[in-house]
Every structure is written in C-alpha cells, then in structure tokens.
Nanobody, 133 residues
Framework: QADLMEFGGVSAQAGGSLRLSCSSS????????MGWYREVPGKEREAVAI???????TYKDSVKGRFTISQDNAKNTLYLEMNSLKPEDTAMYYC???????????????????????????WGQGTQVTVSS
C-alpha cells in the first residue's frame, strides 16, 4: 500500500493544463523535502520538481516556466500545476516525500540530489498523464 495518493492524471491536448494532487494523512505535513517524478515504460524514472519546507523549488530544465510545484499545509497536499503541456510530458507521475532535507539540496559539485537519487521514503502509486498533439 502506497503512503501517498496522487490525483488528477487524465488525457489532455498539447498546450493545455492539468493539476496533479498528492495527499496522505500526516506524511506531507511532516516531510521537509517533497517532489514529483515521472516514468515512461522502458525508460528510467526522472525527477521533475522538488520543494523543501522553506519553499525553495527546483525544476527539471524541460519543465521550467511551465510546471509549478506547491504545497497546501492546511490540506496536507502537494500539487504540480502543469501548463503548456507537450506530448513528451506523457508519463506516469509519482509524488514523493521524506523527512531528510539533503534530498532537496545539491551535491558538493553542484548537482541536484533529487535528480541523482530515488531514496525518498514515501511514494505514491502514480497517476497517468497523457498529452496528445
């Protein structure tokens, strides 16, 4: 059983918008680093965006300016607002959360840990996003 639950994955037209939600009683509220990943069959899971408790965000280059990660503490929910959707955004999207801040930080040589590691303790089961041209 997954610790987190994603909602909002549907089919959309290129150029359209979707908002994904991720919730779980207590997990989001107690986590200090949260993120969204996506996976296409036959390819490695890739990091999309992360958010830490201070509100600092980091995005995969191909989604910068189009996607926004945010959190609603009152609702214990993590969001991913997706605009200007492209067919290459088609994937299964997963939310992740952890109490360890280093997952939201950079390595000594300046790389983003969330793009190198899948070590989040809490994961959702995924929600499918399909973007047609």
């Amino acid at each position: 059983q997954a610790d987190l639950m994603e909602f909002g994955g549907v089919s959309a037209q290129a150029g359209g918008s979707l908002r994904l939600s991720c919730s779980s009683s207590g997990v989001i509220e107690s986590s200090v680093c949260m993120g969204w990943y996506r996976e296409v069959p036959g390819k490695e899971r890739e990091a999309v965006a992360i958010l830490d408790k201070s509100g600092r965000t980091t995005y995969k280059d191909s989604v910068k300016g189009r996607f926004t990660i945010s959190q609603d503490n009152a609702k214990n929910t993590l969001y991913l607002e997706m605009n200007s959707l492209k067919p290459e955004d088609t994937a299964m999207y997963y939310c992740a959360a952890d109490i360890r801040l280093w997952l939201c930080n950079k390595t000594p040589d300046g790389r983003n840990w969330f793009q190198l590691s899948y070590e989040f303790n809490y994961w959702g089961q995924g929600t499918q996003v399909t973007v047609s041209s």
